[in-house]
């Protein structure tokens, strides 16, 4: 006879089911066509490892795996270290303005990667800031850094990759235990020495995953490269050069492949040195908090100052000429460039369309992640089911926007499918331009970020929830409604955010799917700047960049009103 939980479990099962289907969809099955394309030749026929052996046979081809190798570890070697240095002095030390100096560390987060290459132009470009010396003002200040090329790829990876390395690195130091310094402050270490033999091991895997992290998101970004790479050959704009400029898909599915390669070895690396670091924490570990030191406070608030200074007076470089006349020509203040209607690129309409985007993305996106991670969380049974959706659900983490884009092109703008000369009816061929298809690229791009908040959320629930909701013999969504999602809100919410922001954004997954009717805002920029109109794209970069200041404000403003009043229980 059935229990009480049988039909319970059966629907949870079957929910699984459709996360796991969604997911072969949006991930497996493009993926899939777009292995199909490398092994294929012009005709579609089976061309073998051809088009593999004409990109490494290829020095242009070749060389732009090298150059993406090269600038990726010298971003990375260039990142790490001065993020640490934020991370050690607003955990480590005293020091005041801590969650000011946080807020503006993650500012490059918020805007197109274009606009960090867009406003080093204004910086040191041929008629930059620093490069004119202030516009002559200031000549002994003059300096020409040659930005086009490396050195302006690898600039301004630097700045977008900042966020992300302190904000694990951040995670990192906050794990630290009060007993091992007390033991090595009782054993007569000084402080070096129980920086290097403390805080350093302490923070080992937090260092390597900050630079795995980093490395992955330079080496696929395509923002940057496209506006201050000039001639410099990369990865990721030789895919958009051979499927735009040149209509090759075949041999811009083979260098999406090669793209992965990296990407997927940087992922697996780094999912082993989280799991190490997890089993690293101990249970009677005790909050470390630091003690007051007028040097040390003072440098780290120096340090902190400078690094922020930094970042703003980037931004506040595109923001400037944003709303200037002609730069540098004639500074006088204006409007102007965020009048659209004089620029291509889709105007005002672009950005409309990525708000609805971005919420589209942030309302489907929270409930197939959150939903797919409780199912996978909380269903008792079928664990071979619950271990793959769980690893189809971390896959996303590791491709390249770029390489989805490519697959979503392959599998969704065709009527038939032609695997090596069979051809059959392809039934998704109605989603390729809409809306709707752009919503479900984005919510795969990002899916493993929101799986992993979410699983996080939902594992430091009790089982003894589900247990007793069973018990009376209520239904699992009734429990989820009224206990799991009150409980959950605050995660829920960063999730929601994060889609917004990352769906407004994005440019590298939705560039080979946008249509004049789905123009988005971080096309426009490209576009624009590619037409020669840098204004009016550094424009368009700051009205993403206002816009998900403010959206990712009231998130997280809602989110601390939720905890203090829906989770008021635990402070009992």
Known sequence: MAGPGSGSEALRKALLWGSVAFLGIGLALPLAELAVKSLSDADGGYAGFANFAAFFGSPSLSRALWNSIYVSVAATAITVPPAFAFAYAVTRTAMPLKPVFRQLAMLPLYAPSMLAGISLLYLFGKKGLITTGFFDRLPFLSADIGLYGSTGIILAEAILAFPPAAMILLAALDDGDARL???????????????????????????????????????????????????YPVLATDIYKHVVGQQNFNMGATVSLVMIAPTLLAFLADSWVRRRHNAAIGSRAAPLRPAKSKRRDAAGFVFCALAAGAILAVFASAGLASVVKSWPYNLRPGLWHYDFSHYGGGGYASFWNSLRLAAYSAVFGTALTFGSAYLIEKTRDSRTLRRFASLLSLVPLALPGLVIGLAYIFLFNSPSLRLFGLEIPNPLFGLYGTMALLVICNIVHFYTVGFLTASTALRQLDLEFEAAAESLAIPFYTAFLRVTLPICLPAVL?????????????????????????ALASVAVVNMDDAGDTAAAAAMGMLIAITNIAVKSAFDFAARKTTAHGQAWRKR
């Open 181 to 231: 310094y007390e033991a090595a402050e009782s054993l007569g270490a000084g402080g070096p020495e129980i920086f290097w033999t403390v805080t350093i091991p302490g923070a080992r895997h937090g260092l390597v995953s900050a630079a795995f992290v980093s490395f992955t998101m330079v080496f696929t970004d395509f923002g940057a490269p496209k506006v201050v790479g000039g001639n």
């Open 494 to 518: 960063d999730i929601a955010g994060f889609y917004f922001v990352s769906s407004m954004t994005t440019v590298s997954a939705v560039i080979f799917l946008y249509t004049p009717d789905t």
